[in-house]
């Protein structure tokens, strides 16, 4: 199982973003996919969620910011940040929840990670 992140970078403060997040195309089924952010030294904190039946979960501290989405045929989570922040430099991480089989458990797999830096 492969989570392949992307869209990081280098951007000014009060730009926009969007991240992307795309799992192996042979994977058949993906429950919810979700974002992470984690700056050195720090826990790798929840961020925003999207289920397989499009309902959507953020942190507090980014709603009305950030907006997760999800495209099945692509297999991919977006994460589209608003309005950046310096505070939101970090590295942010995916995940999926993934059933390699149709009747086996789900397991939540991680991608590695896509470098975000704002600038002020």
């Known amino acids: 199982v492969q989570l392949q992140a992307s869209g990081g970078g280098l951007v000014q403060a009060g730009e926009s973003l969007r991240l992307s997040c795309a799992a192996s195309k042979r994977i058949q089924h993906i429950s919810t996919m979700g974002w992470y952010h984690q700056t050195p030294g720090n826990r790798r904190d929840f961020v925003a969620a999207v289920t397989s039946g499009g309902a959507s979960n953020y942190a507090d501290s980014v709603k009305g910011r950030f907006t997760v989405s999800r495209d099945d045929a692509e297999k991919t989570v977006y994460l589209l940040i608003n309005t950046l922040k310096p505070e939101d430099t970090g590295v942010y991480y995916c995940?999926?929840?993934?059933?390699?089989?149709?009747?086996?458990?789900?397991?939540?797999?991680w991608g590695r990670g896509t470098l975000v830096t704002v600038s002020s």
């Open positions: 995940n999926a929840a993934i059933s390699i089989n149709l009747g086996r458990p789900y397991v939540t797999y």
